[in-house]
């Protein structure tokens, strides 16, 4: 299983960017794919999820109505759409795999990481 997330850069506030997780070693369908963020200091946060089988989503309070994760199955890959960048988005933004075990609810742990991408928001 491995995971890489690109995407990631210096935008200004009000801004957008698309971030990728490529997925390699197993099928989509098969894994919740979670996105999450993490502040050099501060406690990662889980901002969005999708079991790419169906489509389910999830997103974490802070960030409904700006992020939209979506799903490319036949590229293994999972997008996360960011809008109106603010600064306190600024963080370095992973993804993350883990086997559905039969259900859509994707939110919680995970098993598999990859390599983050770094999004920074000037103001």
């Known amino acids: 299983v491995q995971l890489q997330a690109s995407g990631g850069g210096l935008v200004q506030a009000g801004g957008s960017l698309r971030l990728s997780c490529a997925a390699s070693?197993?099928?989509?369908?098969?894994?919740?794919i979670g996105w999450f963020r993490q502040v050099p200091g501060r406690e990662r946060e889980g901002v969005s999820c999708?079991?790419?089988?169906?489509?389910?989503?999830t997103y974490a309070n802070s960030v409904k109505g700006r992020f939209t994760i979506s799903r490319d199955n036949a590229k293994n890959t999972v997008y996360l759409h960011i809008n109106n960048l603010q600064p306190e988005d600024t963080a370095i933004y992973y993804c993350?795999?883990?086997?559905?075990?039969?259900?859509?609810?994707?939110?919680?742990?995970?098993?598999?990481w990859g390599r983050g991408t770094l999004v920074t928001v000037s103001s």
């Open positions: 993350a795999s883990r086997q559905t075990g039969g259900t859509n609810w994707c939110w919680g742990s995970y098993d598999y």
């Open positions: 070693g197993f099928i989509l369908d098969e894994y919740h």
């Open positions: 999708i079991n790419p089988s169906d489509g389910y989503t």
